[in-house]
């Protein structure tokens, strides 16, 4: 039986959208930052960057501090949800 993959979790989908987002604020297409990062020396196709930012490929710290790097951010930049910051819509309500 083959194993089976783990969940992406709210951490990881927070991740992705958070990629997403920054790279088209910085105006890099998929391929644009894709090389960028295998620049930095952690191959990465913009296939893998497409299913890490649509959440069907879970995205390691490896690959999350070189797309962090690529896009010129600090990984846990990338981690935070923008919705848990003081100060944010929606922020401490429980």
């Known amino acids: ?4 993959p783990l969940e992406i979790g709210p951490a990881g ?3 992705a959208h958070a990629i997403e987002r920054t790279r088209t604020a910085r105006g890099y297409s998929q391929r644009q ?3 960028r990062v295998t620049a930095l020396g952690r191959l990465m196709t913009f296939t893998a960057l497409s299913r890490i ?4 490929r879970r995205c390691d ?3 999350l501090v070189a797309i962090a790097t690529a896009l010129g951010v600090a990984p846990q ?3 935070a949800d923008p ?3 003081p100060g944010a819509v929606g922020a401490g309500a429980t």
């Not at 039986?1 to 089976?4: A, I, S, V, W």
């Not at 930012?53 to 069907?56: A, G, L, P």
Request: charged share 25%; aromatic share 0%; net charge neutral.
């Open 53 to 56: 930012e649509r959440t069907v």
């Open 61 to 63: 710290i490896d690959d």
């Open 13 to 15: 989908r927070t991740a």
């Open 83 to 85: 919705l848990a910051l």
């Open 33 to 35: 930052l894709a090389a």
């Open 1 to 4: 039986m083959p194993p089976r």
């Open 77 to 79: 930049v990338l981690l």
